[in-house]
């Protein structure tokens, strides 16, 4: 078999259904892409048309109900959990929409949990942890609590813990939903210099039109995706 090795992630007829009191959601309907190697692309399309369910699905944290999704050339719709687990753990770091920290840690142990539990010294640990708090331009407030940042500040903090392990691709569900324009922008262009600086693939999904800022934008409606570019 012929592997791409400049694939980073391929999803091919991928499709997902819910049930809900007795109805079924079509939520993924034949999705097939194919996503290059440190790309940064843009997922959009309106609500409910099914981003998050893709997103949870090209990570490997959601299974799809038929088709498969290969990651860095591995078939992950075939893995057991374990195996999943460390994938993850490896390969991809994941970026909400409402930041997802936990607000008794500081900003750095925030960072840190992410490489819990580790065979790491707990000084490598902080080291990491203070690497990637200054990739994202925020080690002055380390040991800050969430209550005490802004929305662009926590996203920031959120965006340090998803490349403290220095994954090969970062997966973010509407990383700048909660975000006023300002903070958007500065969140778009620390993706994008991540992107650059360390070849990471980024995936980013959203119902605004962030269009100017990626290499691929593809659109999705109603389950389907409508158009890649
Ligand atoms: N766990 C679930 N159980 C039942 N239905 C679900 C579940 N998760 C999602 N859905 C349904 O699947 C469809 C796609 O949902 P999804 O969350 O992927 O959309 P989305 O594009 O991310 O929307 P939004 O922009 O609002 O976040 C929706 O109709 C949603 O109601
Ligand atoms: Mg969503």
Redesign the pocket.
Known sequence: MMVDIDVMIKAEEVNKE???EGAI?R?LIDINLEIKEGKFVIIQ??????????LNVLSGLDLPDSGKVILDGENISRSTEDRLARIRRRKIGFVFQDFNLINNLTAIENVESALWPTVLRNKEVENRAIAALRDVDLLERKDHFPVQMSGGEKQRVAIARAIVHRPRVILA??PTGNLDPDSETMIMNLLKKLNKDYDTTMII?S?RDLSKWCDQLIK?DK?RIISIK
């Open positions: 819910y049930r809900r959601i939520a399309g309106p609500t409910a048309c099914g981003k998050s369910t893709l569900d509407e999904v119902h999705m389950g």
